[in-house]
C-alpha cells in the first residue's frame, strides 16, 4: 500500500519568504503526485499535479514542485509568500490506472503566514 | 454554478439515528468518490463509484453505503450512527479512472453526531 508523508504538521513564513513544504511517497512504482489546498471550511482545490514529462511542474497561485524520483519526493515551494496563503496543504497520490481506488493523502501541512 | 454540490453543509444528529448526505456533480464526470476528514484533518478514501462498479475501503464499517442514481449523483447513507462518525465528509469527482485526472471536491458536509 502506498503512504505520503509530509514534514512539519504546521509550517510558518514571514510574508515574502519562500515557503518548502516537503512531501516523500513510498510506493515501487512511481505514482501520480498531487497538491491540494483547502482554505478554512472549504473543500480542497487543485494546485498542481505531475503525471509525466517536465518534472517541474507549476500551478496556480505561484506554486511549484519538482518530482525527484531518486528521492521520492514532490516539495512544494513559492517563492515569496503572501497573507491569503494560509491554509492547509494537502500531498496525495494516485497509482499509475488507479483512479478507481482514489487518492492517498499525506496528513497536510497548515501554512501560517507571519505578517 | 456549482460544479460538486454537497448538502447539507451541516449535519448534527444523535446517536442511533440514520442520515443520508447528498452529492450531485455537474461536470459529466464518469468517476465520484466518498472521503472522510477526521478532526485531526487526515483525508481518507471511503468508496469510489465509477460505470456501475462500487469500490470499498475495507475499513469502513458497513453502517455507511453508498447509492447513485445516476452518474451525477452518488449519496451517502449512514445507518445507526455513532459518536465517531463525526466528521466532515467530501463528495468528489473525476473525468475517469486513469488516477492522472483532477478530482474536484464539493464543499464537504461536518456531521456532529450527539
Known amino acids: 500500500a502506498q503512504s505520503v508523508t509530509q514534514l512539519g504538521s504546521h509550517v510558518s513564513v514571514s510574508e515574502g519568504a519562500l515557503v518548502l513544504l516537503r512531501c516523500n511517497y513510498s510506493s515501487s512504482v512511481p505514482p501520480y503526485l498531487f497538491w491540494y489546498v483547502q482554505y478554512p471550511n472549504q473543500g480542497l482545490q487543485l494546485l498542481l499535479k505531475?503525471?509525466?514529462?517536465?518534472?517541474l511542474v507549476k500551478g496556480i497561485n505561484g506554486f511549484e514542485a519538482e518530482f525527484k524520483k531518486s528521492e521520492t519526493s514532490f516539495h512544494l515551494t513559492k517563492p515569496s509568500a503572501h497573507m491569503s496563503d494560509a491554509a492547509e496543504y494537502f500531498c496525495a497520490v494516485s497509482d499509475v490506472g488507479g483512479g478507481a481506488d482514489g487518492l492517498t493523502f499525506g496528513k497536510g501541512t497548515h501554512l501560517i503566514i507571519q505578517p | 454554478d456549482t460544479a460538486v454540490s454537497q448538502t447539507p453543509k451541516y449535519l448534527v444528529t444523535q446517536m442511533g439515528n440514520d442520515k443520508s448526505i447528498k452529492c450531485e456533480q455537474n461536470?459529466?464526470?464518469?468517476?465520484m468518490y466518498w472521503y472522510k476528514q477526521d478532526s485531526k484533518k487526515f483525508l481518507k478514501i471511503m468508496f469510489s463509484y465509477n460505470n456501475k462498479e462500487l469500490i470499498i475501503n475495507e475499513t469502513v464499517p458497513n453502517r455507511f453505503s453508498p447509492k447513485s442514481p445516476d452518474k451525477a449523483h452518488l449519496n451517502l447513507h449512514i445507518n445507526s450512527l455513532e459518536l465517531g462518525d463525526s466528521a466532515v465528509y467530501f463528495c468528489?469527482?473525476?473525468?475517469?479512472?486513469?488516477?492522472?485526472?483532477?478530482?474536484?471536491f464539493g464543499q464537504g458536509t461536518r456531521l456532529t453526531v450527539v
Open positions: 468528489a469527482s473525476s473525468s475517469d479512472v486513469s488516477g492522472n485526472t483532477e478530482a474536484f
Open positions: 505531475y503525471t509525466t514529462g517536465a518534472t
Open positions: 461536470l459529466g464526470h464518469d468517476t
